[in-house]
């Protein structure tokens, strides 16, 4: 089984907030925070009609909303967990590189609502009201899915930062 998710899905929640149901697709997130230097927690919710997996990824650079440049935001947790914010098992979080972003994916073990939890600070930006990070999380519920589905969906995430991080530097 294959994983084929159109551009026409994709929706944008920022600030946390309702990314609504996510039954194998994805939506665009985004953090908007003054650069002041303060710690911040981002929670996003998700609904899925079915068990099956979730994968979600944040890029660290922070784009300045006042046109001065960017910053990178430092994110200290990335995570997935269901309604009540405790942690779903087997979750695996992977910093890319150190810099670009974090990666974290997890078995969904039911239909239900779930949450994508990213706690970090804003940096410290001299002249720099406001700064914006973007990510993305998808999920693909099936009961059994294929390893080929992961690797897709893996895929689609990576591709869809690259572009977003190629968008931004324009």
Do not use: C
Request: proline share 4%.
């Amino acid at each position: 089984m294959a994983l084929l998710v159109s551009s026409t899905a994709f929706a944008l929640t920022s600030q946390g907030g309702d990314a609504g149901n996510l039954d194998n697709r994805a939506e665009f997130l985004a953090g908007i925070h003054a650069a002041d230097g303060a710690s911040f927690i981002d929670i996003y919710a998700f609904s899925v009609t079915g068990s099956g997996f979730a994968v979600a990824g944040f890029t660290k650079d922070g784009l300045d909303l006042s046109g001065a440049g960017s910053a990178p935001f430092t994110f200290s947790a990335l995570a997935l967990a269901d309604s009540t914010n405790t942690l779903l098992g087997g979750v695996a979080a992977l910093d890319t590189n150190g810099a670009d972003g974090w990666l974290v994916a997890a078995a969904l073990p039911s239909a239900g609502s779930y949450h994508v939890i990213l706690y970090g600070t804003a940096p410290a930006v001299n002249g720099s009201p406001t700064l914006l990070y973007t990510g993305l999380v998808a999920s693909v519920t099936t009961a059994v899915p294929e390893p080929s589905t992961y690797g897709l969906l893996i895929g689609g995430l990576l591709a869809g930062a690259a572009l977003i991080r190629r968008q931004r530097v324009r």
